[in-house]
C-alpha cells in the first residue's frame, strides 16, 4: 500500500516538474522571438513636397487675371446661346454641304489672307527666320497654291507656324492685363484684343472690299475656323463642371504658352525668368 502511495507521490512529483518545464520553455521561446518588422515606409505619393509639385507653379490662379468676372460670364451666357443657336446649325449645315477636303481647302484659303499680319509681328519679334518663311509660304501658297486653297508650301518643307500682334506685345514685356469675353468673338484679354484690333487693320479686305463683302469674308473665315475647333469645343464643353472657368484657364495658359515660345532665344529678354503667367498678371 506504502509502495503504491509512493509511486503516486513521484508520479505526481513528475508531473509538476514536466508542467513547470513547458511553461519556462515558452517564456523562453517568447523572449526569444525575432523583433516585429518595422513599419512600412510611406508611399511615395504620400510624401508631399511643395518644392517638387510643378503644378502648383504654372503661375496665378487664372481667376485672379479675370478683372470683370460678371460681366465676362453674361456676355459668355451669350456667346454661347449664339453659338448654340446660330453657329452651330449653321456649321452643321456647311459641313453636310461641303466635304472634308473643301472645308480644309478653304480654312487654309481664309488662313492665308492672315499673311501680312503675321509677316509684321515676325519682323517686330526680331525673328528673321520666321519671317523668311511667312514670305516663302505666301508665294508660294497664293500661286501654285491657288490663293492659298491648297499648301505645296509645306510638301517643299516650308512649315507654317502661328503668331498675332498681342504675342508680339507679350514678347516685348506688355502684359496682358485683364483677361475678357468679347460678344460673339470668345475669350480674350485686354493686351490680345488691341492685338487682335492692328491685325484686323492689316487685313488685305479692309483695303481691297466693300464693307458688305469685309463682313462675308471674314464671316465666312471665322465659320470655318470655328467648323475646325467645334469639336475639341464640345468635348471641353461635355467634360467640364464650369465651362467658363474651363474656357477662361485653357486660353490663359495656351496664350502664356505661346508667348513663352516666342520669347526664346530672343536676346533682349535673357534672363529674364518671370513666368509669363506672373508678368502677364502684373
Not at 103 to 132: G, H, K, M
Not at 142 to 155: H, K, N, R
Not at 235 to 244: C, I, P, Q
Request: a negative charge; charged letters at 25%.
Amino acid at each position: 500500500m506504502k509502495g503504491c502511495e509512493r509511486v503516486a507521490t513521484w508520479c505526481l512529483a513528475a508531473s509538476l516538474a514536466l508542467a513547470l518545464g513547458a511553461s519556462g520553455a515558452r517564456a523562453g521561446d517568447e523572449s526569444a522571438s525575432p523583433p516585429a518588422p518595422p513599419e512600412p515606409a510611406p508611399a511615395a505619393a504620400d510624401v508631399y513636397d511643395d518644392e517638387d509639385d510643378w503644378l502648383f507653379d504654372a503661375g496665378p490662379d487664372p481667376a485672379e487675371r479675370d478683372d470683370v468676372e460678371l460681366s465676362n460670364r453674361l456676355v459668355f451666357g451669350f456667346n454661347e446661346g449664339f453659338y448654340r443657336y446660330l453657329a452651330d446649325p449653321i456649321a452643321t449645315g456647311f459641313s453636310w454641304v461641303v466635304p472634308a477636303p473643301g472645308r480644309r481647302a478653304l480654312y487654309r484659303f481664309f488662313e492665308n489672307l492672315e499673311t501680312p499680319a503675321l509677316l509684321l509681328s515676325d519682323v517686330l519679334q526680331l525673328a528673321p527666320l520666321d519671317a523668311t518663311k511667312t514670305t516663302s509660304r505666301f508665294v508660294i501658297n497664293s500661286t501654285v497654291g491657288l490663293a492659298g486653297l491648297f499648301d505645296p508650301a509645306s510638301a517643299l518643307g516650308i512649315e507654317t507656324h502661328h503668331t498675332d500682334f498681342g504675342e508680339t506685345l507679350g514678347v516685348w514685356g506688355i502684359p496682358s492685363g485683364s483677361y475678357v469675353v468679347i460678344p460673339v468673338l470668345g475669350p480674350s484679354t485686354a493686351r490680345d484684343t488691341f492685338g487682335a484690333i492692328v491685325d484686323a487693320v492689316l487685313h488685305p479686305t479692309i483695303w481691297l472690299m466693300s464693307p458688305v463683302q469685309q463682313v462675308l469674308i471674314r464671316t465666312s473665315g471665322g465659320l470655318s475656323a470655328y467648323d475646325i475647333e467645334r469639336e475639341r469645343l464640345d468635348a471641353l464643353r461635355a467634360t467640364s463642371v464650369d465651362f467658363y472657368a474651363a474656357i477662361r484657364s485653357a486660353y490663359l495658359m495656351d496664350r502664356d504658352a505661346h508667348v513663352a515660345k516666342r520669347v526664346e532665344g530672343r536676346w533682349w529678354r535673357r534672363g529674364d525668368e518671370d513666368d509669363p503667367g506672373t508678368a502677364a498678371a502684373e
